[in-house]
């Protein structure tokens, strides 16, 4: 079981917080991590990324132990039918037309980590040599990235870098990108929407995350060097601290 801080805060430029996030366990204390980021009209990207939290949050609870080999057909079938639910509540309210939001998950295990993601919000494992980053945005500029005809560099500054391609809600149909990960030489696991990283490089998170002693001084020098940076995004993260081996 991992040690973990949750931040969300709307910050100073926003009248809402449309993230969502959450440390559930089920009947056996595994442990489920998830991480939403809204978007759509007057409240309905804060209608569903709660959607989606608390529908993996209650189908979660209610499991018993899951297997490793059960893992990725577990998160798979939840966000498919949460997406199906999702988008069938916006269709059937005029409302909420048109919402949607990123979901990253973990499932954590003794040694390893299962991740799903839909949309730009993030997942990074951590040690002293590396910040690697897990899953891969579904955006327009990460797409660019992938073709070589921009650098990561020049997509932090890309002014098409919130172009999402894939998120739950605006389909009935969604598949999720998934990836199993051992943690052993790894001492943070960070879920992430983009309002932490539009503006913290991720030079300057694998420095912080370095420098601090202790969990909460690390996610608190962490959201401080997003507030300084003038994030005008809400900013939310969950930052766990793995029992690995640093490298």
């Not at 996030?21 to 991590?33: H, P, R, S």
């Not at 132990?65 to 999702?86: C, D, F, G, P, Y």
């Not at 295990?109 to 990074?124: L, Q, W």
């Not at 990561?152 to 990836?179: C, L, N, S």
């Amino acid at each position: 079981m991992l040690n973990v801080e949750l931040y969300s805060i709307t910050g100073h430029y926003r009248d809402q917080n449309e993230d969502a996030a959450g440390v559930f366990y089920n009947q056996t204390d595994q442990q489920l991590l998830v991480m939403c980021d809204g978007m759509g009209g007057h409240l309905a990207g804060e209608v569903a990324s709660q959607y989606v939290l608390e529908a993996l949050q209650e189908r979660f609870e209610r499991e018993n132990l899951i297997e490793a080999h059960q893992a990725e057909s577990w998160l798979k079938t939840a966000l498919q039918e949460v997406n199906r639910e999702l988008y069938m509540l916006a269709q059937d309210n005029e409302a909420y037309a048109g919402m949607g939001t990123t979901c990253v998950c973990a499932l954590v295990f003794e040694h390893h980590i299962v991740v799903a993601n839909i949309g730009d919000s993030r997942a990074y494992l951590i040690n002293s040599r590396e910040c690697d980053q897990v899953t891969m945005d579904h955006t327009f500029v990460n797409q660019l990235v992938m073709l070589g005809q921009i650098t990561e560099e020049e997509a932090f500054q890309h002014p098409k870098r919130h172009i999402i391609t894939k998120v739950m809600g605006t389909d009935k149909h969604v598949k999720p990108d998934i990836y199993t990960r051992r943690t052993n030489f790894y001492q943070y696991l960070l879920l992430n929407t983009d309002g932490l990283t539009d503006y913290v490089t991720k030079a300057e998170m694998h420095e912080l995350l370095m420098q601090q002693e202790g969990l909460k001084a690390t996610g608190d020098a962490l959201l401080a060097r997003a507030e300084e940076n003038e994030a005008k995004d809400n900013v939310s993260f969950i930052l766990a601290e793995i029992a690995g081996d640093p490298v």
